[in-house]
């Protein structure tokens, strides 16, 4: 793995500073346990069956990034960029032809894209719709899901990286 160059959270701050310090941390983690890695490294699934990739989680990010800011929080209508065309599955993990600097755009745009929501946040009050099953979510559950979100994906990412090349760490 490359250099740590991850930010601790702060340890003081109103909640907005510090839920958002844990977020940061946590796709700052998956980067890191992604970097250094030729394509081929970054598609090698766990065990199978499964699908579970380094590259896959990242295109799963991607989709939960702009589903939970953009789509509940902020009202969009947005699509998941990783849905079979019949919509009845995704396909994040389908990554034999998989472009990884293609992911790695996509992803590190909905990441920015899902900070200027936050930012752009009256409060941690502020609650948008799921589309698909109709609750109201506010800004405070979203960012709590997402640190949950990523720290559960980033302990699949460590133990990915651990079978690729050896490499560990937090």
């Known amino acids: 793995m490359g250099e740590d160059l991850r930010v601790d ?7 907005r500073a510090v839920l958002c310090g844990f977020l940061e941390y946590q ?41 939970w800011f953009l789509g509940v929080v902020g009202g969009e209508d947005v699509r998941p960029f990783y849905w079979a065309d019949d919509r009845r599955q995704d396909v994040d993990f389908a990554v034999d032809d998989a472009d990884p600097d293609e992911a790695f755009r996509l992803w590190r745009e909905a990441c920015a894209r899902s900070r200027e929501v936050v930012a752009s946040a009256e409060s941690l009050d502020v609650a948008g719709v799921h589309r698909r099953n109709g609750s109201a979510y506010s800004l405070r559950w979203v960012l709590t899901h997402m640190i949950e979100e990523y720290a559960r ?10 079978r690729i090349d050896g490499a560990t760490g937090e």
């Open 9 to 15: 959270p702060p340890h003081e701050g109103d909640e």
């Open 153 to 162: 994906h980033n302990g699949h990412a460590d133990l990915l990286r651990e």
């Open 27 to 67: 796709r700052e983690t998956l980067a890191w346990k992604c970097s250094g890695l030729s394509a081929a490294q970054l598609r090698v699934r766990a065990v199978p069956p499964s699908e579970l990739s380094l590259l896959g989680l990242v295109r799963h990010m991607t989709d939960v990034e702009r589903g």
